[in-house]
């Protein structure tokens, strides 16, 4: 049996709502998904929030609930934007679900047992809302040199993971493997990183109440962050059902962002190598967004909230946008401006028209049936199978590389070579000549075909715009159930089938 494909996004803190930055990882990782779904393969898409540590229980103090009642009102938040974004996860992990708190506890027990954790004082500087330890030494100005905000000294004793033993492994793993760490400015961060020097890692919290009490010393809970690395395998059950663990994990990408990459490609790989679990076998940190030039945040009241531009835009287009736009393991700038040239430009003239006239011509000039290939070819019909051919493989290349931008601009390429064709062949005139009803059958149901094909390659960036093309195209089942490459073929689309007008799939937007 082929093993599933296990992608994961982070688990994000539930101290706020979420916004365009939040959705950036989880979009990304629904296309992913649902790209190896499209290919055939089994597919682990795994979401969800990170609920204890200081930050959460400060901002339920503030909101003045308890700690519970906190995560449980803004986890709502969440579920309802992943829906509405049309996210296709398969399972959403919460790190307050008993089966997390009882997978960490055995976890942690284990390396307990096996003498990898051991008490010891730290002394330290503490960033509450990035829940990260700092020493002296890497603060900048006294602050946090992650996020640039105060900093709180602790001094307590906590119990502490034996990073360093696993160091020159880690090392020659990440040496040794060139996708483990993507893209390759990250990797070269990971490896000087690791290269000045592993210190052991602070894995409890003493004064915290919020979190998950250690099984051998009640008296603390775990640090945020050794909890919530313990997702990606408590959600499919590690220590509770191997047969099911193992046929998902390891994990094919941690997706996240650039921020804590870290935790992500040091610590958590150590933590595994203490357990003696396999290594995922790629960590990938994207880019992060600016809005309109400026860092999202709060006191800039500049943070954008999903639904915003869901309203304003549509689904679909969402999705394509922050696909499209942004080179993945690049920051990028969101402005509203670039969101209508866009639509306006790719969805609306490129696509849409597209669309609209191929089904247009079928209604005008064979009664809405898709006529029967004649075998009169052109000239214009040889560049467009060819480019037919290619696409998928060239898709198929640029997400092996998570280039989500590289993957659409090749479905693009494909829309263009589909709109010349339309525009060589101009059906109009051959059916202002009835000699040439054989050419304009031919050329009617090679539109046709690669309108059945284009469904199919949208599929996992705009699962909707999809799923209206196969139902223009008069197919009663769902575009879920095929497959690509398996139906990438030339001449599938059986003819004599209706085909429907209905609505426009993405209108104008007027400026
Ligand atoms: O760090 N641009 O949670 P978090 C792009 N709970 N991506 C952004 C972004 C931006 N402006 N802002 C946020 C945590 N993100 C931990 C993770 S995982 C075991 C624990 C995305 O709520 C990006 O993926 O702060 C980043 O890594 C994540 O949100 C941080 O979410």
């Not at 894995?203 to 945020?224: A, T």
Request: charged content about 25%.
């Amino acid at each position: 049996m082929s093993k599933t494909y296990y992608v994961t996004t982070p688990i994000y803190y539930v101290n706020d709502k979420p916004h365009i930055g939040t959705a950036y990882t989880t979009v990304a990782a629904d296309a992913l998904a649902r790209f190896h779904r499209l290919k055939g393969e089994k597919v682990f898409f795994l979401t969800g929030t990170d609920e204890h540590g200081q930050h959460v229980a400060r901002a339920a103090e503030r909101a003045g609930v308890s700690p519970q009642e906190w995560v449980d009102t803004m986890v709502v938040y969440f579920k309802e934007v992943w829906e509405r974004l049309n996210i296709s996860n398969d399972y959403f992990i919460r790190t307050t679900d008993p089966k997390h708190v009882e997978v960490a506890r055995k976890f942690i027990q284990k390396l307990y047992d096996k003498g990898d954790i051991y008490l010891d004082v730290y002394e330290g500087w503490y960033c509450v809302p990035d829940e990260s330890f700092w020493l002296p030494s890497q603060l900048v100005d006294g602050k946090c040199p992650q996020c640039g905000r105060e900093v709180e000294l602790v001094q307590e004793e906590n119990y502490f993971f034996r990073l360093s033993k696993y160091a020159d492994r880690l090392l020659k793993h990440i040496e040794d493997n060139p996708d483990f760490v993507q893209p390759e400015i990250r990797r070269n961060e990971v490896l000087s990183f690791i290269r000045q020097g592993l210190t052991d890692q602070s894995i409890s919290r003493k004064k915290l109440r919020w979190g998950i009490p250690l099984p051998f010393d009640e008296s603390q809970v775990m640090y945020v962050w050794f909890d919530a690395l313990l997702n990606y395998i408590s959600a499919i059950d590690y220590g509770l059902d191997d047969e099911k663990f193992l046929s998902i994990w390891p994990a094919d990408v941690h997706l996240i962002g650039k921020e804590i990459l870290r935790f992500h490609a040091i610590i958590w790989p150590a933590m595994l190598m203490a357990a003696d679990l396999p290594l995922p076998r790629c960590v990938y940190a994207h880019g992060w967004l600016t809005v309109e030039g400026e860092k999202m945040s709060k006191s800039k009241g500049n943070v954008i909230s999903p639904h915003e531009l869901i309203d304003e835009f549509g689904v679909d287009a969402y999705r394509y946008y922050f696909l499209r736009e942004f080179s993945f393991g690049y920051d990028g700038n969101f402005s509203r401006e670039s969101m209508i040239v866009r639509y306006n430009a790719d969805l609306a003239n490129a696509l849409g028209n597209l669309v609209s006239r191929v089904i247009a011509m079928v209604e005008r000039y064979r009664d809405g049936s898709v006529p029967e290939p004649s075998g009169c070819k052109g000239d214009a019909d040889a560049p467009l199978r060819e480019a037919a051919s290619e696409v998928f493989g060239r898709v198929d290349t640029a997400m092996e590389r998570f280039a989500f931008n590289e993957a659409l601009q090749h479905i693009w390429d494909f829309v263009d070579a589909v709109n010349r064709y339309v525009d060589e062949t101009a059906a109009w005139d051959l059916f202002k000549n009835p000699s040439q009803s054989d050419r304009l059958d031919e050329v009617l149901y090679n539109q046709v075909e690669s309108l059945r094909l284009l469904a199919l390659l949208l599929v996992p960036y705009m699962p909707n715009a999809g799923e209206e093309i196969w139902r223009k195209l008069g197919y009663e089942d769902s575009i879920h159930q095929h497959h690509l490459p398996a139906e990438a073929g030339w001449g599938l689309f059986p003819p004599g089938r209706k085909v429907n007008k209905g609505k426009p799939l993405f209108p104008r937007i007027q400026r």
